[in-house]
């Protein structure tokens, strides 16, 4: 681990630099580096090496100094720094794991608390993980390289904007993803008092297609254009949040002592992330291809489910009222809901009983409400659902207070 202040041997430095892939553009800002990191740059110029360092440290805040200052169109360090981190951050550790990178930065702001971490992997991911609580109201800039940013909110709201177009509403517990065209910039607004707790998994277009295989022929609008090569502009995608998907973004915030183990463990659930919100933006692309009478029989099974939480009907009864069999009622609901019968109904259960949460009902009380006979059981699977017990739910609902102009519902 390196940490802010640290002073880094020729060696370090150079492992750093070429884990983090840290490249120098060829020509006009060698000074900045050599008087900013205290070493000179050499060979092509592409890279660099250390050919003579300075009788003086090196601290991790003038590496990154340096490579800030260097110019966002020239260096792509400075472009792609400020697309992981806000321009009120800084960074403050470094920890390569192989060829990947742990970045640790923490908001500068006043009164600001907590912390954004990422993960640098290769072949164009990367993953960031906040849990930062603003005592004002304020915005944070980011500079866009071009990635796709697939965004799990856990919770907080805050509203993004390009400055040109309207704000979009970004709720607690929810998934959205952000197109951006490079270059651009994205302004995230937040409320007083507002503690965001969320997961930004970030792709390019490269990893998509090249790593993943990905075909743009397989969705539709603005995200078909960007798998197609299409520059696309400010473009918000809202996806359902899976239990699976959050399950997965509930896991950058658990301990784990192995730094390997870690990382492999993050770039696993980040990929999990990214899975499951194509197969969610794949559904809807082929959700046109459903006929309307199926579509109908599946409104109503879901329509019925969230009406009888405490006493739901099973699978037999639901495929008995629409006329079907129990396989063509499961397969079909499955397409239109993109869930199962029974994930789809704990998924209400557990929005249900988030509401009665917020509204400071009981906990034995909202058990009863969406079905559950026991207090226990209920807790287990609020916790299982959410990462957090009923109890903390409550007392984190003034997270989810309105976030400022634009943050009062989509768009």
């Known amino acids: 681990m390196v940490r802010s202040g640290d002073q880094l041997s020729r060696q370090r430095t150079y492992a750093l630099m070429r884990r983090c892939t840290l490249y120098l553009p060829k020509g006009q800002n060698r000074t900045k580096w050599q008087q900013g990191c205290g ?21 991790l805040p003038s590496l990154f100094r340096a490579s ?7 260096n792509p360090v400075a472009n792609r720094l400020h697309a992981y981190v806000p321009h009120t951050y800084e960074v403050v550790g470094v920890e390569p794991v192989g060829s990947a990178c742990f970045i640790q930065a923490r908001p500068i702001g006043a009164g600001m ?3 954004r971490d990422t993960l640098v992997l290769g072949a164009g991911l990367s993953a960031s993980w906040a849990d930062i609580t603003r005592p004002r109201a304020m915005e944070e800039h980011y500079d866009c390289s071009g990635a796709l940013k697939i965004h799990v909110r856990m919770s907080g709201r805050s509203a993004v904007t390009d400055g040109r177009e309207a704000p979009h509403a970004i709720d607690g517990l929810s998934c959205s993803a952000l197109l951006q065209p490079r270059g651009a910039r994205k302004i995230e607004v937040f409320g007083a008092g507002a503690r965001e707790r969320s997961v930004t998994v970030s792709c390019t277009r490269e990893y998509l297609v090249d790593e993943l295989g990905l075909q743009a022929a397989c969705y539709g609008g603005a995200l078909g254009r960007y798998l197609d090569d299409d520059p ?25 002592d192995d730094r390997h183990a870690r990382r492999l463990l993050l770039q696993a659930r980040a990929e999990d992330i990214v899975r499951h919100f194509f197969m969610h933006m794949r559904r809807d692309a082929d959700a046109g291809e459903i006929r309307p009478r199926d579509r109908a029989i599946a409104e109503r099974a879901a329509a019925r489910l969230a009406n009888e939480l405490r006493e739901p009907p099973n699978v037999r009864e639901l495929a008995a009222q629409a006329g079907v069999s129990v396989s063509k009622l499961s397969r079909t609901f499955k397409a239109v809901h993109g869930a199962t019968i029974p994930e789809y109904l704990l998924a209400a259960r557990m929005r249900h ?33 959410y990462g957090v017990p009923p109890r903390a739910a409550g007392a984190r609902a003034w997270n989810d207070a309105p976030a400022g102009p634009g943050a009062g519902g989509p768009p």
């Open 39 to 59: 070493f000179t740059p050499g060979g092509s110029g592409r890279s660099c090496r250390l050919d003579a360092v300075r009788n003086r440290p090196v601290t």
């Open 113 to 115: 608390a907590g912390y």
């Open 353 to 385: 009983a988030m509401a009665l949460i917020r509204a400071r009902l009981p906990v034995t009380q909202v058990a009863l409400e969406v079905g559950y006979d026991h207090a226990g059981n209920f807790s287990t699977a609020f916790r299982r659902h």
């Open 68 to 74: 800030v200052e260097c110019s966002a169109v020239d």
């Open 232 to 256: 696309a502009a400010f473009a918000l995608f809202r996806a359902g949040l899976a239990a699976a998907m959050q399950q997965a973004a509930q896991c950058f915030f658990e301990p784990v």
